[in-house]
């Protein structure tokens, strides 16, 4: 990495910012603006898999996993913007679950999110709840908190699984192990460039219908998924009748046509 008196011709993983830019224009990460800005897309379809709270104003993931790790960084290099964050990961086991920590998340004072992770590359298992911290400490502080509000809760408890992850798995897989991550002297400076020129889209949706149009995705994905819990929220009906079943072996009677 070059110095950034330029920040386009700044060399990174072998090619310039430029370069970078222009391939995330490319792939629709990001779209040209007036006075060399871009505007980084929402890009999440709606209905999403998750349901987010911000209470941290800091946090730009869209900037720092869909901009600088997939294309600046061409997945080789963790960005120091994601060097101090944790997460404290909850992990649901039915969608009956899945809504409780959402109550819980709700009544914490943390950024999080939960939802759907059933078709996530990276991640194992069927539900997911994270909340964000900045530093190890801090999530430490907060993995007790939400602990004890998983184990409280009526729809919870001590067995669902509560611990501490650091960044996005997307970052060990490509980048190794979490505890041994290092940075570069130059990377702050350069996300700092970068960010002042690259502005986030704003959802078209008003927050509580992303919430309703979510919740009707999680009940479908859980019928999908074999997860009755689901009957739950639909007053017991079933989103789709239930197949016929024939007994493997023809009754005395015979069977009729």
Same mark, same amino acid.
């Given at each position: 990495?070059?110095?950034?008196?330029?920040?386009? @011709?700044?060399?990174?993983?072998?090619?310039?910012?430029?370069?970078?830019?222009?391939? &995330?224009?490319?792939?629709?990460?990001? +779209?040209?603006?007036?006075?060399?800005? !871009?505007?980084?897309?929402?890009?999440? %379809?709606?209905?999403?898999?998750?349901?987010?709270?911000?209470?941290? *104003?800091? +946090?730009?993931?869209?900037?720092?996993?869909?901009?600088?790790?997939? #294309?600046?960084? +061409?997945?080789?290099?963790?960005? *120091?913007?994601?060097?101090?964050?944790?997460?404290?990961?909850?992990?649901?086991?039915?969608?009956?679950?899945?809504?409780?920590?959402?109550?819980?998340?709700? *009544?914490?004072?943390? /950024?999080?999110?939960?939802?759907?992770?059933? %078709?996530? /590359?990276? @991640?194992?298992?069927?539900?997911?709840?994270?909340?964000?911290?900045?530093?190890?400490?801090?999530?430490? &502080?907060?993995?007790?908190?939400?602990?004890?509000a998983v184990d409280r809760h009526a729809k919870l408890g001590s067995d669902v699984p509560v611990f501490i992850k650091r960044g996005c798995t997307e970052y060990e897989v490509h980048c190794g192990p979490s505890d041994r991550y290092t940075f570069q002297?130059?990377? %702050? &400076?350069?996300?700092?460039?970068?960010?002042?020129?690259? #502005?986030?889209? +704003?959802?078209?949706?008003?927050?509580?219908?992303?919430?309703?149009? @979510?919740?009707?995705? !999680?009940?479908?994905?859980?019928?999908?998924?074999?997860?009755?819990?689901?009957?739950?929220?639909?007053?017991?009906?079933?989103?789709?009748?239930?197949?016929?079943?024939?007994?493997?072996?023809?009754?005395?009677?015979?069977?009729?046509?």
């Open positions: 990495m070059t110095g950034i008196q330029d920040v386009s @011709t700044c060399v990174v993983e072998g090619r310039s910012v430029a370069e970078s830019l222009s391939e &995330a224009v490319s792939a629709g990460s990001l +779209r040209p603006q007036d006075a060399g800005t !871009w505007l980084r897309p929402h890009g999440e %379809a709606t209905p999403s898999d998750w349901i987010r709270e911000k209470r941290d *104003a800091s +946090r730009n993931c869209r900037f720092y996993m869909g901009v600088m790790f997939n #294309h600046v960084y +061409r997945k080789r290099q963790v960005p *120091a913007g994601c060097a101090s964050c944790f997460k404290v990961k909850v992990v649901p086991r039915t969608l009956q679950e899945l809504v409780a920590l959402r109550d819980v998340g709700h *009544a914490l004072p943390y /950024t999080y999110k939960c939802g759907v992770e059933a %078709a996530a /590359t990276y @991640t194992s298992g069927i539900y997911g709840g994270y909340f964000y911290l900045n530093g190890l400490d801090a999530a430490r &502080a907060a993995h007790d908190l939400i602990r004890d002297p130059e990377q %702050a &400076a350069l996300e700092a460039a970068l960010l002042g020129r690259i #502005h986030l889209e +704003r959802s078209p949706e008003s927050n509580r219908v992303r919430v309703q149009q @979510t919740m009707a995705h !999680w009940i479908r994905q859980a019928y999908r998924l074999g997860d009755d819990s689901y009957l739950a929220f639909t007053g017991g009906r079933r989103l789709y009748p239930a197949v016929v079943r024939y007994p493997a072996a023809a009754s005395p009677e015979g069977e009729q046509a």
